[in-house]
């Protein structure tokens, strides 16, 4: 009897162990670092035949002095539940349904929320999840297509990259009027300049190509290339391709700022 209740024990305790590990795996693997929430339940469940995963925690943790007043007469006082939305793993949907803890402050009566990194206060879709949503933005992705990978709405989508160019548009670069791409920016020891000098100065001038002529003298005289600017023509080329146009120019902006950033 005494070696079964000792076998017994320790199967509990490793399985609460195991229990313990699979939870923090879990919440690595969704790239949740914060300690102070648990998992306490999973679940999942079948909307318009797409499975999703439900994970239900509790963030909670201690508080001695009241953020208002610093008085040290806090309670607990309820909870409130967050649904905070994850990106996809191994292609299934995952949400969480979090239970932050509520207190309250008997000297001043207000009460606050607990806290956590993982969210934006009033928000529900999670800093990773909007991390790919900027990811797919710079892709060149439109933004019912990412609102449908990332199951938002593409309102969201655009207050998402509203949010990351907030003073990100930038004035454009003066170069000179024409620069050729063809000959790259060399300097006055360079060969390329010595030869191209030599032959301007040997060809008569009815000879010489004249619609390139100050096109390759630029190229050779100043520091620049038209080849970046003419990747990043082609980038909005795509971007205003696979999007069928913008409405909206301030929106057509601002996706050319995300992805020169």
Not at 60 to 73: F, G, L, Q, T, W
Not at 127 to 153: D, P, W, Y
Not at 187 to 200: A, L, T
Not at 215 to 220: I, Q, R
């Amino acid at each position: 009897c005494g070696l079964r209740e000792a076998d017994s024990q320790l199967t509990c305790s490793f399985t609460k162990e195991g229990l313990e590990m699979l939870m923090d795996n879990t919440l690595e693997l969704l790239g949740i670092t914060d300690s102070n929430i648990k998992i306490t339940r999973f679940s999942a469940e079948s909307v318009n035949g797409e499975k999703r995963n439900i994970i239900e925690a509790r963030l909670a943790y201690n508080v001695d002095r009241c953020p208002y007043c610093e008085s040290e007469k806090v309670v607990r006082n309820g909870s409130k539940i967050l649904h905070t939305r994850f990106t996809k793993l191994h292609q299934e949907r995952f949400e969480m349904k979090l239970y932050k803890q509520r207190y309250l402050c008997k000297e001043c009566l207000k009460t606050w929320s607990a806290r956590t990194d993982i969210v934006e206060e009033g928000h529900t879709l999670s800093h990773q999840l909007k991390r790919s949503v900027l990811h797919m933005a710079r892709e060149g992705i439109t933004a019912t297509g990412i609102a449908r990978i990332c199951h938002c709405s593409p309102s969201s989508v655009i207050r998402i990259i509203d949010e990351d160019n907030q003073g990100a548009l930038h004035e454009p670069l003066h170069e000179p009027g024409k620069i050729c791409g063809e000959i790259r920016s060399c300097r006055p020891e360079c060969p390329v300049h010595q030869v191209h000098q030599g032959i301007v100065s040997a060809c008569p001038d009815h000879h010489r190509p004249l619609p390139h002529r100050t096109a390759g003298l630029n190229s050779v005289e100043y520091d620049f290339s038209n080849g970046p600017v003419e990747g990043i023509n082609r980038r909005i080329k795509s971007l205003k391709r696979s999007c069928f146009g913008f409405r909206n120019l301030d929106n057509f902006r601002k996706r050319i700022a995300l992805i020169r950033s």
